[in-house]
């Protein structure tokens, strides 16, 4: 089973793909997780339909997908740490290992009561980042439950929130800008301190009465591939992550983002790179 886009009315349908590459996972927390740091701060419960992760004075906690995966959709829904958050760091982002690693990350960074969160994100290739975005959210994430997305496919990974695109990293190894492609990456998740740069730079410290912190976790699901994908692997009439591109109202709304919330784009960041931007940065059509 696949999904495509409308995007005339926003809502995603329903459409068989018949492939023998592509396979569809809803979550058990208990069958695709484990919890790996933390001692007891990482908690499932509702039978494996609910984690948590807490963060207190001593230690924070995490969690990581028991399957590897080279390519596919990850969907998760969080609600995030709720009241005076500053300095504390969700992170959720793909990752394989080693020092030439490839990782696809969100991570959201804590702030003041009453002040909106920081989603930060980056791509790195071949152990190399320094590709960051960064945006404020359209709604307050602490309230409710929200999905955040991740479509990897050897054309292009697009970072999607509530269905929305927000950034899209195309393959520009036509261009000579390397993209990851062969090294399978596990979903991991963490709840953390990191109050010397998460919030204004580090001056706004994490406030330890407020312990502990927490987020939730629900509604993983991952469509796959069993093996490898390739440009060849079946499409369905609608499309589906495999051979996803943004249609023109998806490429409204990412503009619609990108103008009122985006706060920082590495791509126009001369004083940091004041021998030139990054490769991708100056075609356009690669981000």
Request: with cysteine; charged share 20%; hydrophobic share 35%.
């Amino acid at each position: 089973m696949g999904l495509s886009f409308n995007g005339s009315s926003g809502v995603w349908l329903v459409s068989l793909v018949v492939s023998s590459l592509v396979i569809a996972t809803c979550a058990n927390f208990y069958q695709d997780f484990d919890l790996t740091w933390g001692d007891r701060r990482a908690k499932i419960f509702n039978g494996g339909q609910l984690l948590s992760l807490s963060l207190d004075k001593t230690s924070g906690s995490g969690f990581q997908s028991k399957k590897e995966y080279l390519f596919g959709r990850i969907d998760m829904q969080l609600k995030l740490v709720a009241g005076n958050s500053a300095g504390t760091v969700t992170a959720y982002y793909l990752s394989s290992q080693g020092p030439t690693h490839d990782e696809i990350d969100f991570e959201f960074l804590g702030n003041l009561t009453g002040d909106p969160y920081i989603l930060h994100t980056n791509v790195f290739t071949q152990g190399k980042g320094d590709r960051e975005q960064q945006f404020y959210l359209w709604f307050d994430p602490t309230r409710n439950f929200h999905t955040y997305s991740i479509i990897w496919n050897p054309q292009q990974i697009i970072f999607l929130v509530d269905n929305t695109p927000i950034r899209v990293f195309k393959n520009g190894e036509s261009i000579g800008v390397p993209f990851p492609k062969n090294q399978p990456m596990r979903i991991y998740s963490s709840l953390w301190n990191a109050d010397d740069w998460a919030t204004r730079g580090g001056l706004v410290k994490t406030d330890w009465t407020k312990a502990p912190f927490t987020a939730y976790y629900r509604n993983f699901k991952a469509q796959t591939c069993i093996g490898s994908c390739t440009s060849s692997t079946p499409k369905s009439s609608g499309g589906t992550w495999q051979n996803q591109e943004l249609d023109a109202y998806s490429r409204r709304r990412l503009r619609w983002v990108q103008k009122n919330f985006m706060i920082y784009n590495y791509c126009t960041d001369y004083k940091r790179f004041s021998q030139g931007v990054p490769l991708e940065c100056r075609r356009s059509r690669f981000l």
